[in-house]
T-cell receptor, first 114, second 115 residues
Framework: AQSVTQPDIHITVSEGASLELRCNYS??????LFWYVQSPGQGLQLLLK??????LVQGIKGFEAEFKRSQSSFNLRKPSVHWSDAAEYFC????????????FGKGTKLSVIP | DTGVSQDPRHKITKRGQNVTFRCDPI?????LYWYRQTLGQGPEFLTY????????KSRLLSDRFSAERPKGSFSTLEIQRTEQGDSAMYLC?????????????FGEGSWLTVV
């Protein structure tokens, strides 16, 4: 069965500092990979996705992620964090044709210090 | 696109009562999903529809839960005889199926508190 591990429950960074959120997945076939962001009490917003091709994918809000098959990882990065980036971030793997079912990690909460 | 719309956004109910949530997907999206999210956890898949057909149900979906999508447009999720363990956010999502994969768009969620 597929699974997603986000090792860091809570990360605190200073505004302007760089950010990397870790994600490791377990899935037998080629995965579809996603990062979503969730503000308190809100739904999920898609940041970026990987289906195939270039392993470095660009997303919204200045985020990027790199798929590393050898490490089963899909880490999210941002070179300079803004206070508005404080939220919870979820990595997910899609399974089935057309990724009809997403399996999520438990999330990483990001706090930003002014 | 107006986005995925969910109603109500918040519901407080007494244990044993029935509740129903409605989801309006992005227009022309033929796939509709329901997920459940409890505090401190990621969303968990409950069920999904392609058009009006319910094609997959998670083992998390007990007999007290029923979902419908009668005309392949909006969907309802009903929970009968609610229990305190049902307290969670219920997320609806939709997508348009394409062979190379699809992007799933989520609504704002419906919070359920069972007291």
């Amino acid at each position: 069965a597929q699974s997603v591990t986000q090792p860091d429950i809570h990360i605190t960074v200073s505004e302007g500092a760089s950010l990397e959120l870790r994600c490791n997945y377990s899935y037998g076939a080629t995965p579809y990979l996603f990062w979503y962001v969730q503000s308190p009490g809100q739904g999920l917003q898609l940041l970026l996705k990987y289906f195939s091709g270039d392993t470095l994918v660009q997303g919204i809000k200045g985020f990027e992620a790199e798929f590393k098959r050898s490490q089963s990882s899909f880490n999210l990065r941002k070179p300079s964090v803004h206070w508005s980036d404080a939220a919870e971030y979820f990595c997910a793997v899609g399974t089935g044709l057309g990724s009809y079912q997403l399996t999520f990690g438990k999330g990483t909460k990001l706090s930003v210090i002014p | 696109d107006t986005g995925v719309s969910q109603d109500p956004r918040h519901k407080i109910t007494k244990r044993g009562q029935n509740v129903t949530f409605r989801c309006d997907p992005i227009s022309e999206h033929n796939r509709l999903y329901w997920y459940r999210q409890t505090l401190g956890q990621g969303p968990e898949f409950l069920t999904y529809f392609q058009n009006e057909a319910q094609l997959e149900k998670s083992r998390l979906l007990s007999d007290r839960f029923s979902a419908e999508r009668p005309k392949g447009s909006f969907s309802t999720l009903e929970i009968q005889r609610t229990e305190q363990g049902d307290s969670a956010m219920y997320l609806c999502a939709s997508s348009f199926r394409i062979l190379s994969g699809n992007t799933i768009y989520f609504g704002e969620g419906s919070w359920l508190t069972v007291v």
